[in-house]
């Protein structure tokens, strides 16, 4: 399927990044006017993060022995260039383990929250008027669905994860460029994973998703971007989540050229 024609907003890049941004704002704001339901999905999104977290908390414990394993070349090195050595490859490490965390734990959690953010998602839309071309998914459909794209999406990171990792072992542009741009990437897979629900209530797959959100890449950035800072944040992730769905959801429709503004 190809993009459809977006009329080319009067802001640049910058302003358009910007107004993705806004985007999971306003789904905060849908979050706080509709307390009840959006609750629900923070269930899903404590089950994941508890994982998650168990898991960071374990990549952290071991890290030093994990930069010692992969700088064997530093062992004979003086103290100090040999601690710098692992410290740069400590960093590598939880940098990749903060991205793969990140993916993964939307996609595990879209996964078990299903029925939740469907449900969070199919409210928004009827706020704005409801979903044009909508069409009826089984659960069990959508359940399948929802895996296997997610699947595909945490395969991505770890491919984009793995350069990123080894690039992270260059002094300072590792500590600088490097994680702007894992950010980047995070961002942009968290954008196509997020708005899984709303596309698929139109009937639309993954590579529509991409297809779509490249046609106005800057606001799908802001957006995913702006989520990914989020969930780096403790507890982030549980909190953001609900909102991050309802903003995806206004993503989707501002993407296909539908309108999110309430009537």
């Known amino acids: 399927m190809n993009a459809p024609s977006i009329a080319a907003p009067v802001t640049g890049a910058v302003g358009r990044f910007f107004s993705g941004v806004g985007l999971l704002l306003r789904g905060l704001g849908l979050y706080v006017r509709s ?17 998650f977290l168990g898991a960071f908390a374990a990549l952290v414990y071991v890290v030093d022995d994990l930069a010692a394993l992969v700088t064997p070349f530093a062992d004979d090195w003086s103290q100090t260039p040999r601690s710098l050595v692992r410290v740069i490859a400590g960093l590598a490490f939880l940098g990749l383990g903060g991205l793969l965390a990140v993916v993964s734990f939307t996609a595990v959690t879209l996964v078990i929250g299903d029925p939740f953010y469907e449900k969070i998602s199919e409210r928004v839309e009827e706020r704005l008027g409801g979903t044009p071309g909508a069409v009826e998914v089984p659960l069990w459909a959508s359940l399948r669905r929802s895996a296997a794209d997610s699947l595909r999406l945490v395969g991505l990171s770890v491919l984009f994860g793995v350069p990123l990792f080894a690039a992270g072992f260059i002094p300072i542009v590792g500590q600088t460029v490097v994680p702007v741009i894992g950010a980047a990437v995070g961002g942009w897979l968290l954008a196509v994973e997020l708005v899984g629900a709303p596309f698929s209530r139109r009937g639309l797959r993954l590579p529509d998703r991409r297809s779509i959100l490249k046609a106005d890449r ?13 969930f780096l944040i403790p507890l982030g992730a549980v909190l953001v989540m609900p909102a991050a769905v309802a903003g995806a959801t206004l993503l989707t429709r501002r993407s296909l050229g539908q309108s999110i503004r309430e009537p």
């Open 218 to 230: 800057p606001t799908a950035l802001g957006f995913g971007v702006a989520v990914f800072v989020c």
């Open 35 to 51: 307390p009840g339901l959006m609750l629900l999905g923070i269930v899903p999104a404590l089950i994941s993060g508890a994982v």
